[in-house]
Every structure is written in C-alpha cells, then in structure tokens.
C-alpha cells in the first residue's frame, strides 16, 4: 500500500488511542473521585448531581468521543490491514471489540439506570448497581486503550 494509506491508518489508530483513553479516564475518574466524593451527599444532593451531570454529559464533544472510540479503532483495525500490518490491526480490533463491549455495558446498565434516576427514582436503586457497573466500564476501556496503545508499536 501507499504510504498515504501507512498516514492515515497511523491517523485513524492515533486518534482511536487518544478517544479510548479520554474514555477511561472519564470513567476512572467516576470511580475515584466523582462517585466517591457523591457518596458522602445526602439523598437530594446525591440525586440532584447525578441528573446534572447526566443531562451536562449529553453534548456533541462527549457524543463525539464516545461514539469515536468505537468508529476510530474499527477504521484503524480496517486501514491497517489493508496497508499490510496484520498486528497492528489485529490489536485495533480487539481495542473495537472491547469498547464496543463497553457501549453495550453502558446500555444494558447506565442508560436505564440514569433514566429511571431522572424520572424519579431512588438513590438506593441506583448508586450501587451504577458504581459496580462502571468499574466493569472502566476495566474494559482501559484494557481497550492498552490494545489500542500496542497497536501503535506494530510496523510492517
């Protein structure tokens, strides 16, 4: 292949690797500080935060990011095979596969339980099932981020 194709397969994994990781470190920081520092609120406040930040997340740059590390890994994964680098690609793949793990985490978990929260529910149904779920978010992105981070190191 040209090596047009070697840029833009180095492009597509460099962007991939930057959105995977601003991935996991959003989600690391809920684990850490943001969940944490939550869970010494009262009820209201608790609850009260939570639907701010679920309504503040909802923008186009989170929307671009999110949905990024999935479509930046996957055209990475795609470039670089046609350009001849089978690990590479292979390590962009598996980056794909585990973020896409991750957005089928989030829907499965996050996506109701913010909206039941938003709707009326109880701090009790949420806090608990949402914070061991995004450990799991967390974990999985960032083993994302690792293949994505190995990929970069793969010539042809």
């Known amino acids: ?12 994994l460099g962007a991939a690797t ?5 991935m996991a470190g959003l989600f690391y920081a809920f684990d850490v500080a943001v969940m944490p520092g939550l869970a010494k609120a ?20 989170f929307a671009a990011t999110y949905v990024g590390s999935l ?6 994964a795609v470039l670089h095979w046609r350009a001849g680098n ?3 690609a292979g390590w962009a793949l598996a980056g794909t596969i ?7 985490l989030t829907s499965r978990y996050h996506v109701p339980l913010n909206r039941r929260l938003d709707a009326g529910g109880s701090r009790s149904a949420f806090e608990k099932r949402w914070s061991t779920a995004n450990l799991g978010r967390t974990a999985i992105t960032t083993a994302a981020f690792a293949c994505l ?7 042809p």
């Open 1 to 12: 292949m040209s090596a047009t194709t070697d840029r833009r397969a180095d492009a597509a």
């Open 98 to 104: 585990g973020y896409g793990a991750v957005l089928a």
């Open 86 to 88: 089978r690990k590479a």
């Open 149 to 155: 981070a190995r990929a970069l190191h793969h010539k």
């Open 42 to 61: 009262d009820d209201e406040t608790f609850v009260s935060s939570m639907r701010h930040i679920n309504r503040a997340i909802e923008n186009p740059v």
């Open 18 to 22: 930057v959105s995977t990781g601003l």
């Open 71 to 76: 479509a930046l890994p996957a055209t990475a």
